[in-house]
Nanobody, 123 residues
Framework: QVQLVESGGGLVQAGGSLRLSCAAS????????MGWFRQTPGKEREFVAG????????RYTNSVKGRFTISRDNAKNTVNLQMNSLKLEDTAIYYC????????????????WGQGTQVTVSS
């Protein structure tokens, strides 16, 4: 079991920045992948970014490349999502997720989820 708790959401003006954090506890290992997803009403949950607990591999959805950066702090068991140049369309509930994957960073099929944190970008 892996428990995930997100923090850092809020209200920000377009062009601004926010930093989301995800604290992980429980049975994590170097073969775990941590991901950030987002969801807006009436839409499916969307993969945003992912990172492995070990190594330097990351993966981003095209719409956030160059604006968002995912990172991890192994000592603190946290994964962060730095969001810069925020746009109105980034407004969503953001979820942290975890799954076991020995090689790739998947964009779906994650096993563990946090409760979500609201990010609202205003004009």
């Amino acid at each position: 079991q892996v428990q995930l708790v997100e923090s850092g959401g809020g209200l920000v003006q377009a062009g601004g920045s926010l930093r989301l954090s995800c604290a992980a506890s429980g049975r994590t290992s170097s073969n775990y992948v941590m991901g950030w997803f987002r969801q807006t009403p009436g839409k499916e949950r969307e993969f945003v970014a992912g990172i492995r607990w070990s190594g330097s591999n990351t993966r981003y959805t095209n719409s956030v490349k160059g604006r968002f950066t995912i990172s991890r702090d192994n000592a603190k068991n946290t994964v962060n999502l730095q969001m810069n140049s925020l746009k109105l369309e980034d407004t969503a509930i953001y979820y942290c997720a975890a799954t076991y994957s020995s090689i790739m960073i998947p964009t779906a099929g994650y096993d563990y989820w946090g409760q979500g944190t609201q990010v609202t970008v205003s004009s």
